[in-house]
């Protein structure tokens, strides 16, 4: 599956933004799908995922209530709505996919974008 990001941006902290991640070549709905961010200098983190049932999903502690993923498996596409975002939200957003379950490390994961950049001043 190939996979492009969009819908970064700048941001005020407090707000919103919502990326995509638009699939091609298979269909998204067989594979869990994630996000990943890299703040400059810093690793790459998971933030968030859903499984390929898309019932479960999971996160990471400091986005928990305030990031929200859901997809199209029409459109395939996968979203992540991202509110009430603080400056330390800011980095390259990856989204990712692979077929294996309840994965969220980088080295699990098959398929990746190029990332969109996702910055929130203070």
């Known amino acids: 599956v190939q996979l492009v990001e969009s819908g970064g941006g700048q941001v005020q902290a407090g707000g919103s933004l919502t990326l995509s991640c638009a699939g091609s070549?298979?269909?998204?709905?067989?594979?869990?799908m994630a996000w990943f961010r890299q703040a400059p200098g810093q690793e790459r983190e998971f933030v968030g995922a859903?499984?390929?049932?898309?019932?479960?999903?999971y996160w990471e502690d400091s986005v928990q209530g305030r990031f929200f993923i859901s997809r199209d498996t029409d459109k395939n596409i996968l979203y992540i709505q991202m509110n009430n975002l603080e400056p330390d939200d800011t980095g390259v957003y990856y989204c990712?996919?692979?077929?294996?379950?309840?994965?969220?490390?980088?080295?699990?994961?098959?398929?990746w974008g190029q990332g969109t950049q996702v910055t929130v001043s203070s």
């Open positions: 990712a996919a692979d077929q294996d379950f309840g994965i969220r490390a980088v080295s699990d994961f098959d398929y």
């Open positions: 070549g298979h269909t998204i709905g067989g594979y869990t």
């Open positions: 859903i499984d390929w049932g898309g019932v479960n999903e």
